[in-house]
């Protein structure tokens, strides 16, 4: 089957692309934007490290084909940044020592992004409920509550 041509908008730049029909939007975004931050776990939609911000929901993008992107509005962790400055999600995985490995970092960070967009001063059980599509083989969890907790705080702020 011939490819189509899709249109979207990833961190804010119009892209278009031609996708096979049976294309992951993970590999689009990955194989032909190069944009490689978005990570693959397990393809099968259960460790969210492919998570991306959806139209506005935080989607695992394993679970999606390219097709179904024509015309969508996507952030990846690339696009949190703003000129070279961290989001405070960033900053409070940097701050709280977040991580480990680094691999469910990106996905979880953009997970956190939209759990503060719609819920701005979560409860910890709501962070721990929030975050529970996205796996981390390495932390228990502890210090990503605290960065997004840290989030939390420094977004109210500003
Ligand atoms: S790679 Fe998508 S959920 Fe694991
Ligand atoms: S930091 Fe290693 S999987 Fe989360």
């Given at each position: 089957m011939?490819?189509?041509?899709?249109?979207?908008?990833?961190n804010?730049?119009?892209h278009?692309?031609?996708?096979e029909?049976r294309q992951l939007l993970i590999?689009t975004?990955?194989?032909e934007l190069?944009?490689t931050?978005s990570h693959?776990g397990?393809?099968?939609s259960?460790?969210?490290?492919?998570?991306?911000?959806f139209?506005g929901?935080?989607?695992k993008?394993?679970t999606?084909?390219?097709?179904?992107?024509?015309?969508?509005?996507?952030?990846?962790?690339?696009?949190?940044a703003?000129d070279g400055v961290?989001?405070?999600v960033?900053?409070?995985?940097?701050?709280k020592?977040?991580l480990q490995?680094?691999f469910?970092?990106?996905g979880m960070?953009?997970?956190a992004?939209?759990l503060l967009?719609e819920?701005?001063?979560p409860?910890?059980e709501?962070?721990?409920?929030?975050?529970?599509?996205?796996?981390?083989?390495?932390?228990?969890y502890?210090?990503?509550?605290?960065a997004?907790?840290?989030?939390?705080?420094k977004?109210?702020?500003?």
């Open positions: 011939g490819k189509k041509l899709i249109s979207m908008t990833v804010g730049q119009t278009e692309v031609a996708v029909p590999h975004l990955r194989e190069g944009l931050g693959i397990c393809e099968t259960h460790c969210g490290a492919c998570t991306v911000d139209n929901e935080s989607v993008s394993c999606l084909l390219a097709v179904q992107a024509d015309g969508a509005d996507i952030l990846t962790v690339e696009g949190l703003n961290l989001h405070p960033q900053e409070g995985f940097t701050e020592h977040g490995c680094g469910c970092t990106p960070m953009i997970r992004y939209r967009q819920n701005p001063n409860s910890e709501e962070i721990r409920t929030g975050i529970s599509g996205n796996l981390c083989r390495c932390t228990g502890q210090n990503i509550v605290r997004v907790q840290y989030a939390a705080e977004l109210s702020a500003e």
